[in-house]
T-cell receptor
Framework: GAVVSQHPSWVICKSGTSVKIECRSL??????MFWYRQFPKQSLMLMAT?????????EQGVEKDKFLINHASLTLSTLTVTSAHPEDSSFYIC?????????FGPGTRLTVT | KQEVTQIPAALSVPEGENLVLNCSFT??????LQWFRQDPGKGLTSLLL?????REQTSGRLNASLDKSSGRSTLYIAASQPGDSATYLC?????????FGAGTILRVKS
C-alpha cells in the first residue's frame, strides 16, 4: 500500500517560535495533500487542503497566516506553525491522496511550552 | 455541511464477543466511506474502504456495510480480541474531503 511519512514525529518548542512539519508520499505522487489537527480525546479536524504548485485552501476558522502550508512538489508538503503558542499544542496528521483514497502519515505531536 | 455521528462513544466487551459499531452521516452524496483504527498517540490505520456503489466490504474478521440512501454504515467485528482495543473512526468522503466522526473507543478485555 501507499506510504506517507511525517517528520518530526514529535517536537517541543518554546512559545513564540516557529515549527515546520514535513509530509512526504514515499511511493506515489500526490497532487493533493491534507493537513488535520487532533486535540486530546477529539476526532480529526481538517485544517487545509494543499495542492501541488498552488495556494492551500484553508477550512473556516483556520488562520492561514499562522499555519503556512507549502506543497512544492508532488511528494512533499510542509506545514509551518508560526509564532507558536501553548494552545497550538496538538497532534498534526497529514494525508496524501491518489484520488480514490487518502493515505495517512503517522502524525506529529507538537508541544509548545 | 456533512456531520458524522458514531454510536456508541465507548464500548467494553469480553474477549470473543461479536460487536457492531455504528456510523451515521447527514449528506448521502458521498464518493466512498472509510473505517480507520487509531491506537493511542498514533496515526490512522485504514481498515476498510467502501465505494458508494458497494454495499459491503470484508477483511478478515471485519465487515463493513454501507447504506448510502439512509446515511448509515456499520462495522462488524467478529470474535473480538484484546488487540482490537483502539478507537475506531468512520469517515465518509464527499468531493475529495473526509469528514470524521468522533469515534468509538473499544476495549476488549481478556
Amino acid at each position: 500500500g501507499a506510504v506517507v511519512s511525517q517528520h518530526p514525529s514529535w517536537v517541543i518548542c518554546k512559545s513564540g517560535t516557529s515549527v515546520k512539519i514535513e509530509c512526504r508520499s514515499l511511493d506515489f505522487q500526490a497532487t493533493t495533500m491534507f493537513w488535520y489537527r487532533q486535540f486530546p480525546k477529539q476526532s480529526l479536524m481538517l485544517m487545509a487542503t494543499s495542492n501541488e504548485g498552488s495556494k492551500a485552501t484553508y477550512e473556516q476558522g483556520v488562520e492561514k497566516d499562522k499555519f503556512l502550508i507549502n506543497h512544492a512538489s508532488l511528494t512533499l508538503s510542509t506545514l509551518t506553525v508560526t509564532s507558536a503558542h501553548p494552545e497550538d499544542s496538538s497532534f498534526y496528521i497529514c494525508s496524501a491522496t491518489n484520488v480514490y483514497e487518502q493515505y495517512f502519515g503517522p502524525g506529529t505531536r507538537l508541544t509548545v511550552t | 455541511k456533512q456531520e458524522v455521528t458514531q454510536i456508541p462513544a465507548a464500548l467494553s466487551v469480553p474477549e470473543g464477543e461479536n460487536l457492531v459499531l455504528n456510523c451515521s452521516f447527514t449528506d448521502s452524496a458521498i464518493y466512498n466511506l472509510q473505517w480507520f483504527r487509531q491506537d493511542p498517540g498514533k496515526g490512522l490505520t485504514s481498515l476498510l474502504l467502501i465505494q458508494s456503489s458497494q454495499r459491503e466490504q470484508t477483511s478478515g474478521r471485519l465487515n463493513a456495510s454501507l447504506d448510502k440512501s439512509s446515511g448509515r454504515s456499520t462495522l462488524y467485528i467478529a470474535a473480538s480480541q484484546p488487540g482490537d482495543s483502539a478507537t475506531y473512526l468512520c469517515a465518509p468522503m464527499g468531493g475529495n474531503k473526509l469528514v470524521f466522526g468522533a469515534g468509538t473507543i473499544l476495549r476488549v478485555k481478556s
